[in-house]
């Protein structure tokens, strides 16, 4: 099922150039704590990089699954390929229109309803008010909120507000789609229906960067895999290998099961 | 593969390999940076997603609220209303100065203006958090939007002011309604930069609403609107205190309005009381602080994508 067949076209469509992200842990808040700490000899803050010097390019219509434990730098990595971070050090570089999601949810707002937060978003993601219209029902019947499209989103249960952030943007015509934990909290018919929706954006050439800890769906729906460890990128190669670096395997092996692809995660 | 977009049926996904690279046609579309932005020119440029963010802020700054809207008339006319009292009754300005009501209502429309301006573009950004820490855009759109939505409240509070002119024998001429627009668009110009510098900067310094809470509280006091200008020409002559009363440019901004709106109402039989009402060079000062507020607006705008780069991870 899995064609590992890059519909690659040769074009480059992420350039990552020796990118490093650096954070601050600030230990205490208010000026007073901070000279106490001070004349304690104690540290006030700590830098760390949760991403440090990676580099790696992505051709146009390949899918990337990037792995990685908890903390280890996925999602930042993926806000600096969508522009919501700026690299400390280090370029990035994009080809065409950006959408996705990451750290599962969209930048909903929680008073708008359902209906104003999808032209909200696709308007971020850079839809006209013609294409939004053009795409509406799509979308709708996709994330498939019933009568609540018309109630705000703050009452959204956590499931039915991933499923309309990603039935906004998977319509979104982009160029890239970046998938950070999509799937983590959609129940098994919307996992299915989302893998079926990735499929075919992935089939029509655009570029996919899908995040998982399901070894399977990574499996299924990638063609090379990056891993992260404390920020550096360890891996970058064949899915398989990459897995089997991670041991997310465990003892099911090759077994294509359904738990598995569908991400019965961790 | 000229596989024409249908957005209804989702045609677009049938064709073979180098579909979307071809229907986009991304051998001609460059590498760019992702978080590459103009600032403020991007803004212009993306009105679509502007009036989106104006609509949502106009609804939710009231949310939940009953009354809703009414309140951005309530409260500038429970302020009004106090001012009023304190300044026109108590202190005796009302017999002073020809209708004190408009004297002060002019200035406090564009004051009102500015501080709901900068106040709600400073929480803007914080206010966004979800969207400014997942999605990229140009996170200037955040204060302009504030700005736009104290705009579209000044609005009915500009037409009560000329009806109030009106009902007070009000006879415009083409020279103070010249003033009046300056004096405006000086303030939509110090608005827009405070927003916009005050929204980074809030977002770094969490203390930075408190100080900007005092400043709010000082604006109102330090133009000449519960008192008449002459009270400061008066005290400092033209003297060095003068020079710092006047280099706030928000006084300018009110004796430009009031030189629109309340001249005109007092009669023109005491042409010697409305010339020590204002400045000689009033125009002339008011170009001055439109070309400042301007190089002021460039300054935070210079400041913010300098700043802005941090925005995303200290927001958390
Ligand atoms: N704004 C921030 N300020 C400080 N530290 C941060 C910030 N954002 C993320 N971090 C830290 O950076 C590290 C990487 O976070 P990131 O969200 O990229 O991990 P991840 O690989 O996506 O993890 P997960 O699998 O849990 O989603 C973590 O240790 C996190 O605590
Ligand atoms: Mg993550």
Request: hydrophobic residues 45%; charged residues 20%.
């Amino acid at each position: 099922m899995s064609v590992a067949t890059a519909t690659r076209t040769g074009l480059e469509s992420i350039v990552v150039d020796h990118v490093s992200k650096e954070f601050r842990l600030q230990y205490h808040r208010t000026l007073k704590q901070m000279a106490v700490a001070k004349s304690r000899k104690q540290k006030i803050s700590d830098r760390f990089l949760a991403v440090d010097d990676v580099s790696f390019a992505v051709q146009q219509g390949e899918s990337i699954g990037l792995m990685g434990l908890n903390g280890s730098g996925k999602s930042t990595l993926l806000r600096m390929v969508n522009g919501s971070m700026v690299p400390d050090r280090g370029s990035v570089r994009t080809r065409g229109r950006i959408s996705g999601l990451i750290a599962t949810g969209a930048g909903f707002h929680n008073q708008l309803t359902g209906r104003e937060n999808i032209y909200m978003n696709a308007a971020i993601l850079g839809m006209s008010r013609q294409q939004t219209d053009a795409r509406f029902e799509e979308i709708v019947e996709f994330a498939d909120v019933g009568r609540f499209l018309d109630t705000p989103v703050g009452v959204y249960s956590s499931g039915m507000y991933s499923r309309l952030g990603f039935a906004v943007a998977v319509h979104v015509d982009c160029d890239v789609f970046i998938a950070d934990e999509v799937l983590a909290v959609g129940d098994k018919p919307f996992k299915k229906k989302c893998l079926a929706k990735m499929e075919e954006v992935r089939r029509s050439g655009v570029t996919l960067f899908y995040v998982s800890h399901a070894a399977g769906s990574v499996k299924k729906m990638c063609d090379r895999v990056l891993v992260l460890e404390k920020g550096r990128l360890v891996f970058d190669g064949d899915v398989q290998e990459g897995i089997d670096l991670l041991e997310y395997d465990g003892d099911d092996g090759d077994e294509e099961n359904d738990d598995e692809v569908l991400g019965a995660d961790i | 593969m000229t596989d024409v977009v249908d957005g209804r049926t989702g045609g677009r996904h049938r064709g073979g390999p180098g579909d979307v690279a071809e229907r986009h046609g991304l051998a001609h579309v460059p590498l760019i940076d992702p978080a590459g932005s103009t600032g403020l020119l991007e803004v212009l440029r993306r009105r679509y997603l502007l009036s989106l963010l104006v609509r949502r802020e106009i609804k939710a700054r009231y949310l939940g609220s009953r009354f809703g809207l009414l309140w951005s008339y309530i409260n500038p006319l429970v302020r009004f209303l106090t001012f009023y009292f304190v300044f026109g009754i108590i202190a005796g300005r009302g017999a002073t100065v020809e209708n004190f009501a408009i004297h002060l209502f002019a200035g406090m429309v564009i004051v009102h203006f500015l501080t709901e301006s900068y106040s709600a573009g400073m929480r803007s950004i914080i206010g966004n958090k979800g969207l400014v820490q997942k999605m990229a855009m140009p996170k200037e759109m955040f204060p302009v939007a504030s700005m736009l939505v104290s705009l579209y409240h000044t609005g009915p509070q500009l037409v009560i002011l000329i009806g109030a002119c009106l009902v007070t024998g009000w006879d415009p001429d083409l020279v103070g309604f010249g003033a009046a627009l300056l004096g405006f668009v000086i303030i939509l110009v110090l608005a827009t930069a405070m927003a916009l510098l005050f929204s980074a900067l809030n977002v770094l310094f969490r203390d930075f609403g408190r100080l900007v809470q005092n400043i709010t509280q000082v604006v109102p006091f330090s133009v000449p609107m519960m008192y008449p200008y002459e009270l400061i020409t008066e005290r400092f002559g033209t003297g060095i205190w003068h020079t710092v009363y006047m280099a706030n440019p928000v006084v300018e901004a009110v004796l430009l309005m009031q030189r629109g709106f309340w001249v005109n109402t007092t009669g023109d039989d005491q042409p010697a009381y409305v010339e020590s009402a204002f400045p000689a060079d009033l125009f002339q000062r008011g170009w001055i602080v439109l070309a400042c507020c301007t190089v002021f607006l460039v300054f935070s705008q210079w400041a913010f994508s300098r700043l802005e780069r941090r925005l995303p991870e200290a927001i958390g």
